[in-house]
């Protein structure tokens, strides 16, 4: 048997209208999101298309955070890294991608993940001066993990 090497691609998906907290998208507008502007800048390439298919989905998306984990092949990942940056819209919003990782396991991008956010937080939590603000802050993240 042959094994089938695999690349997890962390992405921050950034809307450019502030009104968009929340992305309203499901993984399936992700991957033909992308798999469209891979048809577009590579149809000329032999196997363009056809290589990055195999074995491409959107394993993770997240709507509060805007963050979502794409999974491809091996030896197409390359293409869909270079990709990224040119794609300004996403359904009917208008975004960027801004990748973040390329892991080997899903695993690796999970603990990635909670470290980026960690540290999201932390510098949220550094700007505020107030003690009860920061203990307000906290109090609503808490009550955001539980629902």
Partial sequence: ?????????????????????????KDHVLTKCILAAVRKYYETVAYGLGRVELGFCTKYC??????????CSHH???????????????????AKFHTIYVGAT?????????KYQQKYLDRILGQ????KERQDMIKRIMEFELS
């Fill in 106 to 114: 899903i695993i690796n991008c999970n603990k990635f993940i909670i």
């Fill in 76 to 94: 197409s990942h390359k293409y869909v890294t270079s990709i990224l940056p040119l794609i300004t819209t996403i359904g009917d919003v208008r």
């Fill in 1 to 25: 048997m042959v094994r089938i090497k695999n690349r997890y691609i962390v992405v921050e998906i950034i809307p450019e209208s502030k009104q968009y907290n929340v992305l309203h998208y």
């Fill in 62 to 71: 997240n709507e509060r955070t805007k963050i979502a984990i794409i999974r």
């Fill in 128 to 131: 505020i001066e107030s003690a």
